[in-house]
């Protein structure tokens, strides 16, 4: 059934690029970001292996990804700055938004503060939801799109690349991506953990 879904949604977005180029990518790169579950981890190495053919160039690709993500996190950011945790408690289960990943972002944001946004843009888990609690920190908008910017370029280029070296195996980077998203997990909850046991401490 999951594979199902995953070879429909992979279908989806290369067909989309393949038909739109530049377009397409900054179109799908701003659904991923408003929330909606197309991963990016899928989006941008397979831009990249048309890169290879000649058909991209792989710096204006990384622009194209970054302007697609802003434009995706300012619905996000809204969410949260308009409606708050209730809006987005209510209407979060329709983009696959659990309570525990808003949990997560939200004191990913207060470590990290505004420039969370811009850590947050360069994690698989995080960088989806990162802008929720930006909105509802109410994150001043012009430094919230700088580093969203910022940050989506780098995750953009880097996937791209990837893309580009592996050539006819970029579909190899969606298997590893998903791994590397419970080890990002991981990682942070641990992070969180030993943060909030040494502010008992104190």
């Keep these: 059934m999951i594979e199902n879904i995953l070879a429909a949604v992979t279908h989806f977005i290369t067909q989309t690029i393949s038909a739109l180029g ?116 109410k994150a001043p908008l012009l430094e919230f799109t700088i580093y969203s910017f910022l940050g989506s370029f780098i995750w953009s280029y880097l996937l791209a690349w990837v893309g580009f070296k592996l050539g006819e195996h970029w579909k190899d980077l969606e298997i590893y991506f998903r791994r590397f998203d419970t080890l990002i997990l991981v990682l942070l909850l641990l992070a969180l953990a030993y943060a909030i046991k040494r502010h008992i401490k104190k």
């Design 22 to 137: 530049y377009t397409g990518v900054v179109l799908l790169m701003a659904i991923e970001s408003a929330a909606i579950p197309l991963p990016s981890e899928i989006i941008m190495p397979f831009a990249g292996f048309l890169a290879l053919a000649g058909r991209f160039n792989l710096l204006a690709l990384a622009l194209a990804g970054a302007i697609g993500s802003t434009f995706g996190s300012w619905v996000t950011y809204g969410l949260g700055f308009y409606g708050g945790r209730p809006l987005v408690r209510r209407f979060g289960r329709f983009v696959l938004l659990s309570e525990k990943d808003l949990d997560l972002t939200e004191r990913f944001f207060q470590r990290f503060g505004n420039a969370s946004t811009f850590i947050g843009r360069l994690l698989p888990v995080v960088r989806t939801f990162i802008s929720i609690p930006a909105g509802i920190g």
